[in-house]
């Protein structure tokens, strides 16, 4: 199975300030279907991007998603403090799915 | 407006069976896969399975294939996750999830439910 390996583990940033998350994977991902999450505290995760690129309905256009291959990343162009959360990535190109462990942003 | 209810918490010992439930709401149940995600105390994210309430055709992650059981009640629009012998490590929180699918085992996620909290401690 593809292993996804997320960096860093804690981000530490100022709100307004831009945050870059990485995901990498043991291998390529097919077709660069990669999607990303969010989860706060006591939430259920919520999906941000999905095809490495796309953002799904209703996410702010802060969030940004890129990559291909074997390496993705999201941006968040300006933190706002709802912004601060856990992050997943997940990759769905081969079988089983598989999720990264998380990066954490938060408040500097 | 699409929506996933899970049942409440739940509380059980090592060897005990539990069924939780998943209601769906806002769409053709019948039309859409639903699946299961684990997450255990402090932890990523585990697919489980997914199941088609059309024909009840499953897919289960090599992980958890035999240790857990899919089903739904399409009367009734719900999805079930349920164990025959529960062990302590199967404490965690278990979210019931819609996926946007690819192909057979192509597929994200974009709808969660709140999840439910299963504890398992003797």
């Known amino acids: 199975e593809i292993v996804l390996t997320q960096s860093p583990g804690t981000l530490s940033v100022s709100p307004g300030e831009r945050a870059t998350l990485s995901c990498r994977a043991s291998?390529?991902?097919?077709?660069?279907?990669l999607a990303w999450y969010q989860q706060k505290p006591g939430q259920a995760p919520r999906l941000l991007i999905y095809?490495?690129?796309s953002r799904a309905t209703g996410i702010p256009d802060r969030f940004s998603g890129s990559g291909s291959g074997t390496d993705f990343s999201v941006t968040i162009s300006r933190l706002e403090p709802e912004d601060f959360a856990v992050y997943f990535c997940?990759?769905?190109?081969?079988?089983?799915?598989?999720f990264g462990e998380g990066t954490k942003v938060e408040i500097k | 407006e699409v929506q996933l209810v899970q049942s409440g918490a739940e509380m059980k010992k090592p060897g005990e069976s539990l069924k939780i439930s998943c209601k769906a709401s806002?769409?053709?149940?019948?039309?859409?896969?639903i699946g299961w995600v684990r997450q255990m105390p402090g932890k990523g994210l585990e697919w489980m399975g997914i199941?088609?309430?059309?024909?009840?055709?499953?897919i289960y992650s090599p992980s958890f294939e035999g240790q857990v059981t899919l089903s739904v009640d399409t009367s009734i629009n719900t999805a079930y996750l349920q164990w025959s012998s529960l062990k302590g490590s199967d404490t965690a929180i278990y979210y019931c999830?819609?996926?946007?699918?690819?192909?057979?085992?192509?597929?994200?996620?974009?709808?969660w439910s709140q999840g439910t909290l299963v504890t398992v401690s003797s």
């Open positions: 999830v819609r996926p946007v699918k690819y192909a057979v085992s192509q597929f994200y996620f974009d709808v």
């Open positions: 997940q990759q769905y190109g081969s079988s089983p799915v598989t």
């Open positions: 806002g769409y053709r149940f019948t039309a859409y896969w």
């Open positions: 199941i088609y309430p059309g024909d009840s055709d499953t």
């Open positions: 095809g490495a690129s």
């Open positions: 291998q390529s991902v097919r077709s660069n279907y």
